[in-house]
């Protein structure tokens, strides 16, 4: 299944963790991504949050999501209008994090890429490419592994399961 | 003819019943599945959105009650609440609060053995490979497809061996190894990899003691950090179940996408900087820096072992704290809070004046036990330092091993254990 948005790139750097996503503090008062969000990246710039508008893509460095795996850090992205991340490289827990909630993470190289860059992302089964309108120029990545893209395609696990995603109730 | 396998590609197949080798995406069958009270609240969710009833094994699915131990909010009160309700109604086991860290008590309780394939809904998961086996971390909605179908998919990843030479010197610790093998590897060096443990200097390091080098691993992105079973593991499980099982081993012509050597007789005492466990120097660099709070815990530093260490170390030093530090002590389960009563250590502790909280994660995250005060310098025998790790953005956290954080404790700053006394 064909994936397509557009948006303003958002730059963040290197190594952003997900406690930098969003402090385990403030998980500990709610877990209503609504009101999280307007602590979306706090620790790295407290002013974020409040500048993100939907359709925003999340550009980043290297190693992005690392540290806890707490799902949350996907979904207070999700829940801020975010659809996709492009990074040079992320945790494996923030991927398959973002992979089982829809969000979409694609592994590029991230250097040319600059704030406020109009970027249009689409993704099918053979590959995945960013056209950047601002520079005119165009990212490839390797599209997602099969059974990664269903669930993503499903618009994540929850769907997948619900439809009787590794047959429930049968020994492999 | 079957390729030649990892340790985790041996696990992976044995578990997916396909012969799955690194790269390759799989479907397995999981031997437990374990939720925090920190990510259960969101898994139970999930389970519900999922459509889920029943749990597919209940008897493979445990809850601890860590990170919020004991809840200081009526918030956390009520994550408890919820975590129990659903224990309780689909019978899987609850650790309660003060019963400790999750991958610390189900390997206490001989609950994770050789050859499984364990998840759990906390990066620190992989501590329990130190047991040969596969575990790791994954989020709430891996936990809750896992409880609704007893499965998850993998991706098969490629193997980093590691080779530990020799033996270390005396006065360097576990975390030393570790938090030097971390920096080696760097922030994502090990990331979509696993770690496979091998070398004569092995040997040099007891089951507690591969607990913290499996636990630091995934401060460099390890998905697994495996040791092969041998005499240490069986007289560890030995004490703790009645099941027996044979460890799983890689073969002579396995693939390893990289190979690092450690001569464990080079490394000399090490700590972690603020705000990355991956920036580390030597402790040398550091000398005389202020310390205000010295914390003694968590999944890498909270063992019987570690107080034991600190309490040698302050007891060279005179016996006593330096004046305006502040010494936490967290034990990382209610089995070392109770040895420790036992032998003693916690009345030495407590006649130190240090504060003693609940077995559990404590300080580690910010969200139970003691929040350093602003501009605080803090030294820990934890696993991560990011900025505001401990609920206050202006307090600089550094990580070093029990007795290093024991040396500072006495005098105030930080100081080589090793000049102690
Ligand atoms: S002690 Fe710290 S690192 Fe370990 S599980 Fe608890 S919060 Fe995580």
């Known amino acids: 299944m064909a ?12 190594d952003v963790n997900t406690d930098y996503i969003i402090a385990s503090t403030r998980k500990r008062d709610t877990l209503d991504e609504q009101i999280l969000k307007r602590y979306l990246l706090e620790t790295v710039d407290p002013a974020f949050a409040a500048s993100v508008q939907p359709g925003d893509i999340l550009v980043a460095g290297t190693n992005f999501g690392c540290g806890s795996a707490m799902e949350i850090a996907a979904t207070v992205i999700l829940a801020a209008g975010i659809t996709a991340v492009v990074a040079q490289s992320f945790s494996r827990t923030f991927f398959r994090n973002a992979v089982n909630n829809g969000l979409l ?47 993503l395609a499903a618009g994540g696990l929850v769907e997948f399961i619900r439809h009787g995603g590794w047959t429930q109730g049968q020994p492999a | 003819m079957t390729r030649p396998a990892t340790i985790s590609e041996k696990i992976l197949s044995a578990k997916s019943g396909v012969e799955a080798r690194a790269g390759d995406i799989v479907v397995c069958d999981v031997d437990l599945v374990i939720g925090t009270d920190a990510s259960s609240p969101m898994a139970i969710d999930y389970f519900k959105r999922m459509g889920g009833t029943a749990l597919f094994y209940p008897k493979r699915v445990v809850f601890a ?17 919820q975590v129990r309700a659903f224990a309780n109604e689909h019978d899987a086991a609850l650790y309660e609060v003060g019963r400790g860290i999750s991958h ?123 040791f092969a079973a041998d005499a ?24 390893y996408s990289r190979e690092i050597e450690i001569a464990l007789d080079t490394i000399s005492p090490l700590v972690a900087i603020p705000h990355s466990p991956n920036d580390v120097v030597s402790i040398a660099d550091l000398l005389g820096t202020p310390i205000h709070m010295v914390f003694l815990g968590t999944c890498t530093g909270g063992r019987v072992v570690d107080f034991h260490e600190a309490l ?50 404590g300080a580690c995250c910010g969200t139970s036990g003691a929040i350093p005060g602003s501009g605080m310098n803090v030294l820990s025998t934890a696993n991560r330092n990011f900025k505001a790790r401990m609920g206050n953005a202006t307090a600089s956290i550094y990580l070093a091993s029990p007795a290093a954080c024991a040396a500072a404790a006495v005098t105030g700053v930080i100081t080589d254990p090793r000049a102690i006394g």
């Open chain 1, 3 to 14: 994936i397509h948005c557009d948006g303003r790139a958002r730059i963040v750097g290197n």
């Open chain 1, 105 to 151: 993470p694609i592994e590029c190289d991230t250097s040319d890429i600059h704030e406020g860059d109009r970027l249009s992302v689409s993704s099918d089964s053979a590959a995945i490419s960013i056209e950047n309108r601002t520079r005119g120029t165009t990212l490839a990545a390797s599209p997602l592994p099969a059974l990664m893209a269903d669930i």
């Open chain 2, 65 to 81: 009650l860590d990170h919020y131990a004991p809840p200081s909010t009526a918030k956390t009160a009520a994550f408890h609440e």
């Open chain 2, 104 to 226: 610390q008590v189900v390997a206490e309780l001989g609950r994770v053995l050789p050859g499984d394939l364990v998840i759990g809904a906390d990066s620190h998961t992989v501590t329990c490979g130190a047991l040969n086996l596969f575990a790791t971390g994954v989020g709430s909605s891996d936990l809750a497809a896992a409880m609704i179908t007893g499965r998850i998919w993998l991706r098969v990843p490629e193997t980093i061996k590691v080779t530990l030479l020799g033996k270390r010197s005396p006065g360097v610790a576990p975390k030393d190894v570790a938090l030097a093998m971390i920096a080696e590897l760097g922030a994502e060096g090990a990331n979509y990899r696993a770690l496979e443990f091998h070398g004569d200097g092995v040997g040099d390091f007891t089951l507690e003691d591969r607990f913290v080098l499996s636990n630091l691993a995934v401060e460099s992105g390890a998905k697994a950090a495996i």
């Open chain 2, 232 to 255: 240490a593991t069986d007289a560890y499980l030995e004490r703790r179940t009645m099941q027996r099982r044979s460890g799983v081993t890689a073969d002579p012509a396995a693939r």
């Open chain 2, 312 to 361: 040698a170390v302050i007891e060279r030093g005179g016996g006593r704290i330096a004046p305006g530090v502040q010494l936490v002590i967290t034990p990382a389960s209610r089995e070392v809070h109770r040895r420790l009563i036992v032998d003693g250590s916690l009345a030495k502790f407590s006649d130190l004046g240090a504060i003693i909280t609940t077995p559990g994660c």
